[in-house]
């Protein structure tokens, strides 16, 4: 069975500050990958997605990036965070359109 | 430009009652209509989904009726129970697009006890 981790489960950072947050899949040999961010009580916009090691597409611009460095493992970042950047992380893997989502990561930036 | 709209925004239902939750889409090329279930502090879990070929599927208490004319879907919970309440999304993504789902903003569904 595939298991999908992210990591941390929270953040709690200061604008300005980096922030480098990871999703691992395993199980699973070449998944498309996606980074995803929903705002308290909001719907969930796709940020990235990549579906090879090395090649991550751009969704929307808000100051971030990732990486995919390994086939199970996809990262997302920032060198300075913003008030905006608040909100709920998730990584999502998926066979053509059924996504899994992971447990998330809760961020705060004060 | 919204292109999945959900309604309402909270539903209040009380147990054994079935919950009716709405959706509906502009872009004619969705085709695929998944609707995923998010209780508070985890990530979106798949619930159930439908083609625009079918009108209807359904899966134990869960079920989407289609108008694929009228662009309208929605999801039936029947025998509503208080496991229930959680946030629902309905999202649509044109054919085989790998992941290009579009998401709605969701309707809060309580079932009281």
């Known amino acids: 069975a595939q298991t999908i981790h992210q990591w941390p489960v929270a953040e709690i950072k200061a604008v300005g500050s980096p922030l480098s947050l990871g999703c691992t899949i395993k199980g699973k040999s070449s998944p498309n990958l996606y980074w995803y961010w929903q705002a308290t009580g909001g719907t969930l916009q796709q940020l990235f997605y990549s579906i090879t090691v090395g090649q991550v597409e751009s969704v929307v611009q808000l100051n971030l990036s990732a990486s995919r460095p390994k086939d199970d493992q996809f990262i997302l970042s920032t060198e300075k965070l913003l008030l905006s950047h608040s909100g709920f992380y998730l990584c999502?893997?998926?066979?053509?359109?059924?996504?899994?989502f992971g447990a998330g990561t809760r961020l705060s930036v004060l | 430009q919204q292109q999945v709209r959900q309604s309402p925004q909270s539903l209040t239902v009380w147990e054994g009652e079935t919950a009716i939750l709405n959706c509906s889409y502009e872009n004619s090329a969705f085709d695929y209509f998944p609707w995923y279930q998010q209780f508070p502090g985890e990530g979106p879990a798949l619930l159930i989904s439908i083609l625009s070929v079918s009108n209807k599927k359904e899966d134990g208490r869960f079920t989407i009726f289609f108008n694929k004319r009228e662009k309208k879907l929605s999801l039936h919970i029947a025998d509503s129970q208080p496991g229930d309440s959680a946030t629902y999304f309905c999202?649509?993504?044109?054919?085989?697009?790998?992941?290009?789902?579009?998401f709605g903003h969701g309707t809060i569904l309580r079932v009281h006890p």
């Open positions: 999502a893997w998926g066979p053509q359109n059924t996504l899994y």
């Open positions: 999202a649509a993504s044109p054919g085989a697009n790998t992941g290009k789902l579009t």
